[in-house]
């Protein structure tokens, strides 16, 4: 019904920047928020960024403030991740997903993608 697809990962050295896109496609509401997370080796899957559907309300896990930027273009059914000053720690699968309102817990979205890989090297 939904389908999410993210895409810009890729291998950046430490302190670069990169910036990931998730296009919706399918059925979608009018409105809905969008959030994103990360599943690193070993690690359980994290919440890193949320926005409402209107882009006036955000939200960031403590680690990532000040250094990514959640955006959306609704008109082109897409969420950013804009993420500058990367940190080896960042290295991870990216997820995009979507839920009902702005929220921080995994089970509040109901769509999810597949995953882009993102890899910072020290």
């Known amino acids: 019904q939904v389908q999410l697809v993210e895409s810009g990962g890729g291998l950046v050295q430490a302190g670069g920047p990169l910036r990931l896109s998730c296009v919706a496609s399918?059925?979608?509401?009018?409105?809905?928020?969008m959030g994103w997370f990360r599943h690193a080796p070993g690690k359980e899957r994290e919440f890193v960024a949320a926005?409402?559907?209107?882009?006036?309300?955000?939200y960031y896990e403590d680690s990532v403030k000040g250094r990514f930027t959640i955006s959306r273009e609704n008109a082109k059914n897409t969420v950013y991740l804009q993420m500058t000053s990367l940190k080896p720690e960042d290295t991870a699968v990216y997820y995009c997903?979507?839920?009902?309102?702005?929220?921080?817990?995994?089970?509040?979205?109901?769509?999810w993608g597949q995953g882009t890989q993102v890899t910072v090297s020290s």
């Open positions: 997903a979507r839920s009902r309102s702005l929220a921080v817990r995994k089970g509040d979205y109901d769509y």
């Open positions: 399918g059925r979608t509401f009018s409105s809905y928020a």
């Open positions: 926005i409402t559907w209107s882009g006036g309300s955000t």
